[in-house]
T-cell receptor
Framework: DVKVTQSSRYLVKRTGEKVFLECVQD?????MFWYRQDPGLGLRLIYF???????EKGDIPEGYSVSREKKERFSLILESASTNQTSMYLC???????????FGPGTRLLVL | AQKITQTQPGMFVQEKEAVTLDCTYD???????LFWYKQPSSGEMIFLIY??????QNATEGRYSLNFQKARKSANLVISASQLGDSAMYFC??????????FGTGTRLLVSP
């Protein structure tokens, strides 16, 4: 079974803090994704990566950056957290084009 | 641009009955994939079923089936014999090209005893 893990289920941070969200997958998948989920808006893609050290912007990259130094790990970074980044963050991975994306359990981030 | 529309914000069904969750999509691509995910209150997105645009048969996975009508651009999820544990948010999604998934806004399903 595919396993995608995220470093925290719940996180509370203060405005202006630097925040790291970590995602690890154990299935040797090439592609990894970060989404945020907000009520009424569904899931929106922030960034994705199709190889180590490669990254592509998604639909809402502003205020975020990512890092992929190893194939199994994809990090989302909030350089200076703001209250409008309070959300549910979901990581996913997939083997290839039109393959199923498998999701981690999500991180609920609250920025005060 | 790709778009997924789920017009039912909420649905109610009694245990053991069947329920259909609607999904329509919009794309100009010929090759695409359609997915349904379940999200319980715990937050994890659970993959349920997949339909490829070139698949001639409707996909089926246990109690889940996908009613794929290509000409109408619809991909409705049918859950047969609903169970209390089916209460959750359900998302329809599509990918084209480079695997980017586009999600609908979801339908909340409540199953009553």
């Amino acid at each position: 079974d595919v396993k995608v893990t995220q470093s925290s289920r719940y996180l509370v941070k203060r405005t202006g803090e630097k925040v790291f969200l970590e995602c690890v997958q154990d299935m040797d998948h090439e592609n990894m994704f970060w989404y945020r989920q907000d009520p009424g808006l569904g899931l929106r893609l922030i960034y994705f990566s199709y190889d180590v050290k490669m990254k592509e912007k998604g639909d809402i990259p502003e205020g975020y950056s990512v890092s992929r130094e190893k194939k199994e790990r994809f990090s989302l970074i909030l350089e200076s957290a703001s209250t409008n980044q309070t959300s549910m963050y979901l990581c996913a991975s997939t083997r290839g084009p039109q393959e199923t994306q498998y999701f981690g359990p999500g991180t609920r981030l609250l920025v005060l | 641009a790709q778009k997924i529309t789920q017009t039912q914000p909420g649905m109610f069904v009694q245990e053991k009955e069947a329920v259909t969750l609607d999904c329509t999509y919009d794309t100009s691509d010929q090759s695409y994939g359609l997915f349904w995910y379940k999200q319980p209150s715990s937050g994890e997105m659970i993959f349920l079923i997949y339909q490829g645009s070139y698949d001639e048969q409707n996909a089926t996975e246990g109690r889940y089936s996908l009613n794929f009508q290509k000409a109408r651009k619809s991909a409705n999820l049918v859950i047969s014999a609903s169970q209390l544990g089916d209460s959750a948010m359900y998302f329809c999604a599509m990918n084209t090209g480079f695997q980017k998934l586009v999600f609908g806004t979801g339908t909340r399903l409540l199953v009553s005893p």
